[in-house]
């Protein structure tokens, strides 16, 4: 069983900055390309960031590039996603995936991410 577990989402004021972490237990993380979605209020989920195996390549959504960071350290099964100068439009609960490309995938429960104006 592959387990994906997102943490470090919270409330922050906009300009702020939050670092949300990913752990992948059950499976042999190295194998899997990694990706960030969010879905706001009423909203569909969207694609937020993703990173490859190797974390050499990485992309990002156009609303977020600039200010999102995606990495990965393989040594701790751990993908992280660091957003800086937050806006409100950020809010979202943000899930993390394990081999994104694939159906299903592996997604976690999500984090709530809430940006005051």
């Known amino acids: 069983q592959v387990h994906v577990v997102e943490s470090g989402g919270g409330l922050v004021q906009a300009g702020g900055s939050l670092r949300l972490s990913c752990e992948v237990s059950?499976?042999?993380?190295?194998?899997?390309?990694m990706g960030w979605f969010r879905q706001g209020p009423g909203a569909e989920r969207e694609f937020v960031a993703a990173?490859?195996?190797?974390?050499?390549?990485?992309n990002y959504a156009d609303s977020v590039k600039g200010r999102f960071t995606i990495s990965r350290d393989n040594a701790k099964n751990t993908v992280y996603l660091q957003m800086n100068s937050l806006n409100p439009e950020d809010t979202a609960v943000y899930y993390c995936?394990?081999?994104?490309?694939?159906?299903?995938?592996?997604w976690g429960q999500g984090t709530q991410v809430t940006v005051s104006s």
């Open positions: 990173i490859s195996r190797s974390g050499d390549i990485a």
């Open positions: 059950g499976g042999t993380f190295s194998r899997y390309a």
């Open positions: 995936a394990a081999d994104p490309h694939s159906s299903p995938g592996y």
